[in-house]
């Protein structure tokens, strides 16, 4: 389970504002790559709190709400298909990270990131591989992003029913590769993603 080890060892050094920072959506063929920033109180004991992909989707609602209740600053941020595409999505990833890390209506001085790369921070960034299964910080970046970008798959349903992003979230499955060989890409796929329509 994530506890505060190493906010705490951070803090200890002189920072004053640890953030931990996560995405959910890198992997697929359409919609945003979304990141989250988040600051709890060092020690806040939330429970159920762990790496989202651990999580039930109703737990992750929960835990949503809790985090934002709980959190001394947290926020949201993305990049869109279009940007994606542009600067391809490591680094679509990266400008959704300090774009969440900016949003913070308490201004972050040190940032424990989810993975193994860290760019163009403009504070003290620590990467931590597997991050939202150790860091407490990590796991509730990682539930506000994840249950952000699940919600906003289901506001695509709405706008593009025939391609059923309720369903497969965009991932690459059977149904989903399927739907896009018989009708093509809606405005919300990611172009670059998409080099087996070609084939």
Do not use: W
């Amino acid at each position: 389970m994530p506890d505060f080890s190493l906010e705490l060892a951070l803090y200890e050094k002189g920072y004053t504002a640890v953030c931990g920072v996560d995405e959910a959506g890198r992997g697929p063929l359409s919609g945003p790559v979304v990141a989250a920033a988040c600051i709890l109180p060092p020690g806040l004991q939330i429970e159920g709190l762990d790496d989202s992909k651990k999580l039930s989707p109703k737990k992750r609602d929960a835990l949503f709400d809790t985090i934002k209740e709980n959190a001394l600053a947290y926020a949201i941020a993305s990049a869109s298909p279009a940007e994606i595409d542009e600067i391809n999505i490591l680094n679509a990833t990266m400008l959704a990270m300090r774009r969440a890390v900016a949003a913070l209506s308490v201004p972050a001085d040190a940032a424990l990131i989810d993975g193994n790369i860290a760019r163009d921070f403009p504070i003290f960034t620590q990467t931590v591989i597997k991050g939202d299964a150790i860091s407490c910080s990590i796991a509730a970046a990682s539930i506000l992003a994840k249950v952000t970008r699940d919600r906003i798959c289901l506001e695509d349903d709405k706008a593009y029913p025939e391609y059923q992003f309720a369903k497969h979230k965009g991932y690459s499955t059977a149904l989903h590769m399927e739907i896009l060989r018989k009708i093509g890409p809606s405005p919300i796929h990611r172009r670059s993603f998409l080099k087996f329509l070609d084939e």
